[in-house]
Each structure stands twice: as structure tokens, then as C-alpha cells.
């Protein structure tokens, strides 16, 4: 079992809509939870962070946690063109070091 | 403000070459990260130095050997490339400290023949 696992997609949505991207984790004593949008042929870029059960929203995106269930996402609501990239889950556990899941790939349709 | 710099940008080796992947912070952040990423396995961790003065294996140590130079600079040498070392490397930076994501350089794509 991986540490961290996400759907590989690829997830497409109609532009405007809400894309839901989720992740779950197996380390138990797993801290700090962050995603990371990659576009294609570039670096990460971190656009959210989370530490804590339920949700924290930043503009157009929304991190839930559920910390019991293992369980974490990012909503992207009103979702645009510019927003096709593949989402990377990065958790920081016992280890504290980032491991990051494989990534899902986002397509918005115009 | 650079942020984390890397170089080079691309490179290709013949196998058996040896090469440095350079990667300097000016963030003054404790903690650097080597990182490669290859389709479908998503970034993992070849070594990290967690301050200056230190540095341990992460996931995937075989064949790599890093030097942290100093607080802004950390390197990744190759001694004897092979082709199954394709793929994109990735050096980053982070404050220590668990609620601190990293920042990523431009990345290294090095194909070894």
C-alpha cells in the first residue's frame, strides 16, 4: 500500500464547475497536509496547507481534512481553464519529510 | 527574490558519465531536498539535509551522493550514471518544522544513454 494515494485521473470537468480532487493517507501521526499544483513540464507550486479536521478555504479552493478517516481533498470551485494541471497530495508524517501521492491530472473543459 | 535555483536545466550523459546537479536557496531556509520524479511514481525523496552539516537517504539513495556546501547550497552527484536515472530532478527548500510545505525549483531533466 502506498504511504499516499491518489485517483491518477485524468478528471475533467466543464469550465465553471467544482472539481474535487481527493487524497488518502496511511501514516497515522501525520501532521501537515499540503497541495501542490504541477503544470505540465514545470515545478510544484504549493497552494494550500492544512493541519487540522475540517475545512480551510483560500479564494476558489477549499482543503478539507478528516484526520479519522485519513481522508483529505481540495475543492476547486468556479473552475477555469488555467486550473488543468496535475494536483499533487504531499503529507509530512513521522518521517517529517513531504511524501507525496502519484498526483491527479486535472483537465478543464472550456 | 530567486527563490531555489538549479542547475543545469537539461543534460544528457552516456551511461557510466558522472555529473553534479547544482541547487543554491536564498530563503535562508535550514532544510534542502533532493527529489526525482518519473511518470506514474510521483516525487520521491533521494536524500535530504535537514540543517547545514547534515544530510541522510530518503527513499531512494542508490547511486546518488549529495554535499550540503554551506546553509544556501546542496548538491546531487551522479558518480556513474545509468539509464534507468532518466527522469526529472527536482531540489527544494523548506523552513524546519512540520507546517512548512517546500519550494521547488525549475527542475533538472537529465536522460542517461
Known amino acids: 500500500q502506498k504511504e499516499v494515494e491518489q485517483n491518477s485521473g485524468p478528471l475533467s470537468v466543464p469550465e465553471g464547475a467544482i472539481a474535487s480532487l481527493n487524497c488518502t493517507y496511511s501514516d497515522r501521526v501525520s501532521q501537515s497536509f499540503f497541495w501542490y499544483r504541477q503544470y505540465s513540464g514545470k515545478s510544484p507550486e504549493l497552494i494550500m496547507s492544512?493541519?487540522?479536521?475540517g475545512d480551510k478555504e483560500d479564494g476558489r479552493f477549499t482543503a478539507q481534512l478528516n484526520k479519522a478517516s485519513q481522508y483529505v481533498s481540495l475543492l476547486i470551485r468556479d473552475s477555469q481553464p488555467s486550473d488543468s494541471a496535475t494536483y499533487l497530495c504531499?503529507?509530512?508524517?513521522?518521517?517529517?519529510?513531504?511524501?507525496f501521492g502519484s498526483g491527479t491530472q486535472l483537465t478543464v473543459l472550456p | 527574490n530567486a527563490g531555489v535555483t538549479q542547475t543545469p536545466k537539461f543534460q544528457v550523459l552516456k551511461t557510466g558519465q558522472s555529473m553534479t546537479l547544482q541547487c543554491a536557496q536564498d530563503?535562508?531556509?535550514?532544510?534542502m531536498y533532493w527529489y526525482r520524479q518519473d511518470p506514474g511514481m510521483g516525487l520521491r525523496l533521494i536524500y535530504y539535509s535537514a540543517s547545514e552539516g547534515t544530510t541522510d537517504k530518503g527513499e531512494v539513495p542508490n547511486g546518488y551522493n549529495v554535499s550540503r556546501l554551506n546553509k544556501r547550497e546542496f548538491s546531487l552527484r551522479l558518480e556513474s550514471a545509468a539509464p534507468s536515472q532518466t527522469s526529472v530532478y527536482f531540489c527544494?527548500?523548506?523552513?524546519?518544522?512540520?507546517?512548512?510545505?517546500?519550494?521547488f525549483g525549475s527542475g533538472t531533466r537529465l536522460t542517461v544513454v
Open positions: 530563503m535562508n531556509h535550514n532544510s
Open positions: 492544512i493541519y487540522s479536521n
Open positions: 527544494a527548500s523548506s523552513e524546519a518544522g512540520t507546517s512548512y510545505g517546500y519550494t
Open positions: 504531499a503529507v509530512k508524517g513521522s518521517a517529517r519529510q513531504l511524501t
